[in-house]
């Protein structure tokens, strides 16, 4: 084990003895739903609560006749991309699909934030033959794919979020539960019977901010169950490739392997004392993956962690790596971890969720955030007028609370600068899985 995995185990073992101070998990499950308010696109309800974002993209798809306003700004720029939008959706869902129980008052800020997203993605696929990918800058809207230019990555995407959400309404709205699972099933039929990658349709604009490098295949379960077993990504998990949270969700069915198999071997590649670990761990304990806006790794793998160790818990077993023994409480143990030092316990004492604790990343790389609101502001500000904004040292003038930056770099430092994009830029699919964590550690 090197120095780096035995300081992170110490930390996580000084958490354990209740060493670090505690959290308030509530407070920051609050915020980073209402996170999801500040990256609304389109025409906003008067229950909005960040009221510095204001109407926007009112007219998302005018130019070829289909209704593309809503939805959601993936990151810190006024650009909508389906993919990564969809992903959030799922996690979203699924994060109250497994701990819905525990987030009280939450819960209906976080269905709201759930149908936001999906009354787009049926907008984006209310076109029979055509899957909306990109609406927005940093081209020309709005990119779609077709039979002739197929797109499977984000059409079984969309496929999943829809199915997903139909789940999380089916008993509070069931007409609107069943709308979503109709089209669920239609997209993904087009997303099977009209297979290639939007890398090929679409990479020239998608690209390189959403590029799909995993291969456009997606595993219908049993049916192709050999593409999945032969998979050398099972520790991987994210808007991209979904290994890992196929085989964690699929060790429930009927014939559990190699799910099993491969959930435990993705489990072993995130333990810190596992020798077979995969990924890296900061000094202050912060798993790291390589890439930009690394949080979203720690918050994506946490969430599968807890969701296993409910699992393995209810079959009473544990998890063998080599000579280490991986119980369910471990797994609980390093996803906390993961979750505090996001929140304060870490070498800077910084929480990495804007708003929360007195301190945070004041200078987030993100427009709405970072420049004056048009009630502050009414004028136009062009794109060379957003450079004093972008480059003063103060802080930004609209507080986006909830959103998770990138995170800190592998020697847990971090900038709080907007120019340091890759560490300062929040996205929406690193708060969603985040969304379940903190639910089930408010309660637990």
Sequence with gaps: MSLIQRLSVLGMAAMAMGLVASHDYGAALTKSILFYEGQRSGKLPPTQRITWRKDSALRDGFEIGVDLVGGYYDAGDNVKFTFPMAFSITMLAWSLLEFGQSLGTDLQHSLKAIQWGTDYLLKATSVPGFVFAQVGDPYEPPYAVSKEFPGSEVSAEIAAALAASSMVFRPINRGYSARLLKRARMVFEFADK???????????????????????????????????????????????????????????????????????????????????VSVSYSPGGLLIKPGGSNLQHATALSFLLLVYSRRLSKDSRVIHCGNVVATPARLIQVARSQVDYILGSNPLNMSY???????????IHHRGSSLPSITQHPQHIDCTGGATYFYTNNPNPNLLT?????????????????????????????????????????SH
């Design 353 to 363: 969720i804007v708003g929360y604790s007195k301190k945070f990343p004041e200078r």
């Design 402 to 442: 909830g959103a998770v930056v990138g995170g800190p770099d592998i020697k847990d430092s971090y900038a709080d600068s907007r120019a340091d994009f890759a560490h300062s830029e929040p996205t929406t699919y690193i708060n969603a899985p985040l969304v379940g964590l903190l639910a089930y550690f408010k």
């Design 194 to 276: 009209y297979r290639g990658s939007y890398n090929d349709s679409l990479g020239p604009w998608a690209c390189p901010f959403y590029c799909d490098y995993s291969g456009y295949q997606r595993n219908y379960v049993l049916a192709n169950i050999q593409n999945l077993d032969k998979s050398s990504s099972f520790a991987e998990f994210g808007w991209d490739t979904k290994h890992a949270g196929i085989n964690v969700l699929l060790i429930k069915s009927q014939t559990p392997e190699p799910f099993i198999t491969n959930a435990d071997k993705f489990v072993c590649s995130v333990l810190p004392e596992s020798p077979t």
